[in-house]
């Protein structure tokens, strides 16, 4: 064939064909390697915006503080509360088990030794499941949260321990200081408000220091009971970074390092009065 058009006859469409040297395409081992290199980097750009996604222990840590340490602050609340509360009613509850009435000291003493025996916990779940949600106060409906009945929970144990370093602060005074005010005629109350428990303090002042560390530790068994301290708030704060496991000690471990800020230097201060107050 010459290329010249025959008379009469029909034209014929040829398939088409693509040259590769008229577009300039010729595949080399160069090109593969450049496909790799941008499969790479694109894979690269989409991993890294998923970590950005996935922040580090530390910086969820730093993004939720101020919420776990507002729940330690209620746990702190909470233990002086406790405390205050159970210091008041086992002075009065000490003092009864050294009345001279035989049946008030025997009653007393078997308050102080249930109390002081029974498991925090256990005491804590009676407390919120039997006291009500509410009460009625000359016609005015007073509600009791949670976090009241919690802390009316630890008071208990509170009281039977102070109920007893007050015993034993005022059996520990030597007996000739009571033979002493009785012969410049006080009375056996005013012996024992004036002349006796002064002395007392500074044998009561570490055991019950003492006693305040390990109530502070305590509250955190409220959690159990849906106070929402410090523990609780940490879980929930886990559940909302999605549960992920690399989470769970740093986030546990900030709770037990603020405690243990807390408490040690307690601690260390109980030691100290010990010293300072040592009888000898």
């Given at each position: 064939?010459?290329?010249?058009?025959?008379?009469?006859?029909?034209?014929?469409?040829?398939?088409?064909?693509?040259?590769?040297?008229?577009?300039?395409?010729?595949?080399?081992?160069?090109?593969?390697?450049?496909?790799?290199?941008?499969?790479?980097?694109?894979?690269?750009?989409?991993?890294?915006?998923?970590?950005?996604?996935?922040?580090?222990?530390?910086?969820?840590?730093?993004?939720?503080?101020?919420?776990?340490?507002?729940?330690?602050?209620?746990?702190?609340?909470?233990?002086?509360?406790?405390?205050?509360?159970?210091?008041?009613?086992?002075?009065?509850?000490?003092?009864?088990?050294?009345?001279?009435?035989?049946?008030?000291?025997?009653?007393?003493?078997?308050?102080?030794?249930?109390?002081?025996?029974?498991?925090?916990?256990?005491?804590?779940?009676?407390?919120?499941?039997?006291?009500?949600?509410?009460?009625?106060?000359?016609?005015?409906?007073?509600?009791?949260?949670d976090w009241v009945k919690a802390t009316l929970g630890f008071?208990?144990?509170?009281?039977?321990?102070?109920?007893?370093?007050?015993?034993?602060?005022?059996?520990?005074?030597?007996?000739t200081q009571w033979e002493a005010a009785e012969s410049l005629a006080f009375t056996r109350r005013q012996?024992?408000?004036?002349?006796?428990?002064?002395?007392?303090?500074?044998?009561?002042?570490?055991?019950?220091?003492?006693?305040?560390?390990?109530?502070?530790?305590?509250?955190?068994?409220?959690?159990?009971?849906?106070?929402?301290?410090?523990?609780?708030?940490?879980?929930?704060?886990?559940?909302?970074?999605?549960?992920?496991?690399?989470?769970?000690?740093?986030?546990?471990?900030?709770?037990?390092?603020?405690?243990?800020?807390?408490?040690?230097?307690?601690?260390?201060?109980?030691?100290?009065?010990?010293?300072?107050?040592?009888?000898?």
């Amino acid at each position: 064939m010459t290329g010249e058009r025959v008379p009469g006859a029909l034209p014929v469409l040829l398939p088409f064909t693509l040259s590769r040297t008229r577009l300039g395409l010729r595949p080399s081992p160069r090109h593969g390697a450049l496909l790799c290199v941008g499969t790479a980097l694109t894979a690269s750009a989409a991993l890294a915006q998923g970590d950005a996604v996935r922040l580090s222990a530390l910086a969820v840590i730093v993004k939720w503080a101020p919420l776990l340490l507002s729940g330690f602050a209620f746990n702190i609340a909470i233990s002086l509360l406790a405390m205050l509360i159970g210091t008041a009613a086992g002075t009065f509850l000490g003092l009864a088990m050294l009345a001279g009435r035989r049946i008030v000291a025997r009653a007393a003493w078997a308050v102080t030794q249930f109390f002081r025996n029974a498991p925090w916990l256990v005491l804590l779940f009676f407390v919120m499941f039997l006291v009500p949600f509410q009460v009625t106060l000359f016609g005015i409906r007073v509600p009791l949260p949670d976090w009241v009945k919690a802390t009316l929970g630890f008071s208990l144990p509170v009281m039977a321990n102070v109920a007893e370093i007050v015993r034993g602060a005022v059996r520990s005074v030597p007996d000739t200081q009571w033979e002493a005010a009785e012969s410049l005629a006080f009375t056996r109350r005013q012996i024992l408000w004036r002349i006796i428990l002064p002395q007392c303090v500074k044998r009561m002042l570490p055991p019950w220091m003492n006693v305040y560390a390990l109530v502070a530790m305590a509250t955190v068994q409220a959690s159990i009971v849906g106070v929402s301290e410090m523990l609780t708030l940490t879980a929930q704060v886990h559940a909302a970074e999605g549960g992920r496991p690399e989470l769970f000690a740093p986030l546990y471990g900030f709770a037990l390092l603020c405690f243990f800020l807390y408490c040690y230097p307690i601690t260390r201060w109980t030691e100290r009065l010990e010293r300072r107050f040592q009888i000898r």
